[in-house]
């Protein structure tokens, strides 16, 4: 069964920059996806796509976040990235990393495979 735990999470003020981490395990098929998630403000049912990539490197954004947050993964240590630049308080989230491991949708929306989240906070 995969396993996602993400870190990296905190407090920071507006403009500021951090990178979070998801360490991943398990096995995944030969067509794969992963992305990076946030939960919709006041709803906590649901979440909103961040950032996705896919076994061929293939990226995707969602527009908030274009041109300031980049997601990559390092094979070798097994890692998925979200570098996050320019933090607003809009950013402020529970930020979950998940997997659809036997899928490509573009953003990753058919994941079932989650992490528990890390929280990021941004003051103005």
């Known amino acids: 069964q995969v396993q996602l735990a993400e870190s990296g999470g905190g407090s920071v003020q507006a403009g500021e920059s951090l990178r979070l981490s998801c360490a991943v395990s398990?096995?995944?098929?030969?067509?794969?996806?992963m992305g990076w998630f946030r939960r919709a403000p006041g709803e906590e049912r649901k979440v909103e796509v961040v950032?996705?990539?896919?076994?061929?490197?293939?990226?995707n954004y969602s527009d908030d976040v274009k041109g300031r947050f980049t997601i990559s993964q390092d094979n070798a240590k097994k890692t998925l990235y979200l570098q996050m630049n320019n933090l607003k308080p809009e950013d402020t989230r529970l930020y979950l990393c998940?997997?659809?491991?036997?899928?490509?949708?573009?953003?990753?929306?058919?994941?079932?495979?989650w992490g528990q989240g890390t929280q990021v906070t941004v003051s103005s």
């Open positions: 950032a996705a990539i896919d076994m061929d490197g293939n990226t």
């Open positions: 998940a997997a659809d491991p036997r899928g490509t949708e573009r953003l990753c929306r058919n994941a079932v495979n």
């Open positions: 398990g096995s995944f098929g030969s067509r794969w996806c």
